[in-house]
């Protein structure tokens, strides 16, 4: 994977002004008092790099006054990724970097905004390799940024050793530390399986998010269809709808024709008395229509009162309950160790009665209530109350329904009637009026029928759409999750291995450092260190264990050019910690002989640079063989890692 | 699981009308609106109590009993149950209010001439704050209407409260 290299860090501003010496390859130390800068030179790379620095931040209250409160200030650093040179600045007060590749200038945001924009982090892990996963915890979505990962790249001086990863940004309401997102780190750092196990929950989670939007769709789609008439739209199918309409069109057609026949000659009125016999029959069945929607309606409003009578019974126990909870409460007469004949508390044997006998408490029904058994009772008497509500609401609507229907029965009724009167004028007037009026109605209620049905298939059709675009997320899920179960299965494997060497390398590089540790691995849980099985406590050895851990994450990477860790680390400073001096030269010590373990173990040369480590250390706070690696000047009291700026004279 | 059935079981078997507290409370609310306390008048005869707490609780009740027109046939049916219900927990009555004496908020005293116990609340023993509960106002509204049908409530006998409520408005009553 990709391998991140720093060749030179600048920072020019109105007052001040610095420029580092160029890195190589492999160690490059940097060495200074307390108090000259080094930190501040850690925290230019760091910010160059996209990252928040507190120090950097005007409104917190412990500031880095010379830039703080320098103006047209910026950091330039070109930096390496695999073999490509780019240069970045990042002006302070400005929340975009400006990037340049091959000539080009591109500018990125740094703070990612609402929408999905491709940030400065994004571009750099796409370049380091590493995917830009997303994550959900709870309802939070998040992605993964360059500074998450940096947490294991850069090894600060505030973060407690204890922790291991660099503090996250914590500034007031920001907080995005969570063990969840430590392991994610390590995971993302040492294994590429993960990186594409987490691309699919992202991927499933947003699939989620997609099904439970049409859910909500399909559900106000269903509401609404309802409250238009459309019912049980899951159940009809739309070639019925068709079949209905057509069948309605055909009758239509009837209709029509046979109005046409009866308008064009009056050769000879139809029989009136069959007419007559017909509309009565017709008469008789909307009659009893109508008496047996009446009944219903009597029989609902019945139902309606009995029910209302149980809630208002319900809501009266209701309130005597919390009058008995306050009696229990101010008076407290009653409990279940109270003897029935003398009524003095006895005190019970658990699992006996008063009497003495065994029993099983549970089972002891005394029929006395405690606070909160009384409390559980009173929940469930007002939960009965909210579904007596409900049922009365669900007669309402029936009898809404059916008081329409009523209405609509009244009026056929009253219709029919009309045309009977209609036949016996057509009888004295030989006429055929009735029986076209009839034929009107009946064209009239058939039109209304097939507009509806119309509708109905239309909403229908729309709501198939909804289903369907439901069933292919649901399918789609379904596929993730078979994936996702594989690929877990892989990414676990693989970061078992992964910790297995980690553990190989971890181990060598601690022992040595003090006699008394003979055992240190990782946690496989949460991957935080286990030293001597967890026993070992020494806290002057904290800062070793965390040094040592980075180097191992470093020395995997060199080791197999498919981890994604990027090959770099920045360390600063460790030696003010109060560690002593032979802890921390041992430790640094490791990082030289580390190297040379890569050169002996495959004489090959190359090995050896193929990583970056940028130090900050004391003056002469590191062993002597490394006194080669030293890049630039000593940095002191009167020697300022910020150097200011000659005021420019005026020309004359 | 099994505790949590356990406790559904509890709850589903609990009864208002016999639970010790709901008692408890009503029959305190009895004797302090008809202000029978210590040193001003007495309750004759606890049994009383039982048979007018119905209709201090449940105000659907209560119009039954001060109804001036005769009772419905379904209405009689409501009144004989309460009265065998009331019946039935007279014993429960005599232990809730042995209770309530041995925590000292109430005396009993035997009645020679009446051949009953009598009952007075002691002055002060039951907090203000509970007796004045908002809670209660509905009881006390109830036992004031009660009153004024059903007059010297803590003075006439059983017998002839039990007549007026029960008899005369046509339930059948067990004499013993």
Known sequence: MGRLKIEKIMYEGDNYYFESPKFEEGINIIEGENGSGKSTFSNLINFSLGNYVKEFDKKESKVHKEIVNDTNNYVVSIIYIDENRYKLKRFFNDNRIFVEENGEIQDYLIHRPQNDVKIFSDWLLDKLGISVVEFYQGTAKSKLNFADLFRLIYYDQKTVPEKIYKDSRNDRNFISDSEFMRKVIFQMLMGHEFSEYYKLVGELNKKKKEKNDYKIKEEGFLKIASEFGFEDLHNIGLEDLEAKVKQKRLQLQRLEKYEAELLSVNEKPTDSTEKVRQLKKRLIDVELLFESTLNKINRLYKEIKSIENIKENTILEVTQIKKIILTHEELNLFSPNTCPYCLNNVERIEGHCICGKEIEESEYEKFFYSSDEYLAILKSKQKSIDTLNLAIESCNDELNYLETELKKLAEQKNNVQKLIEEVKEDVQRNTNVAEIKDIEQQRYALKGEISSLDQNYKVKQNFNEIEKGLTSTENKIKKINAALKTKNKEAKEEIETKITAFNEIYNNLLVDIKEDINQARINEENYMPIINGGEYKEASVDVPIRLMYFLTLLKMSVLDSKIPFPRFLLIDTPESLGIDKDNLEKSISKLLNDSDIDNDSDGDKAERSDFQIILTTGIKKYPEEFSSYKKGRSLNKNNKLLIKKEKKKQPN | ?176
């Open chain 2, 1 to 176: 699981m099994e505790i949590y059935n356990k406790s559904i079981k509890k709850s589903i078997m609990f009864n208002k009308d016999s639970d010790y507290y709901f008692i408890a409370y009503n029959i305190i609310l009895i004797l302090d609106n008809l202000k029978c306390y210590e040193g001003k008048s007495k309750f004759y005869d606890y049994r009383k109590l039982i048979y007018i707490l119905p209709f201090i609780s449940n105000e659907y009740l209560l119009n039954i009993a001060i109804k001036n027109r005769k009772n419905r046939e379904n209405e009689i049916k409501i009144l004989e149950d309460i009265y065998i219900n009331a019946r039935l927990r007279e014993p429960i009555l005599k232990s809730i209010l042995f209770t309530l004496e041995k925590k000292g908020y109430l005396t009993l005293e035997k009645n020679a001439t009446r051949k009953c116990i009598d009952i007075q609340l002691k002055t002060d023993a039951l907090p203000d704050r509970y007796l004045n509960s908002d809670l209660f106002k509905i009881e006390s509204e109830n036992i004031a209407y009660f009153k004024k049908y059903y007059q010297r409530l803590s003075f006439i006998t059983l017998e002839s409260l039990i007549d007026k409520l029960f008899k005369e408005k046509g339930v059948i009553i067990w004499d013993v």
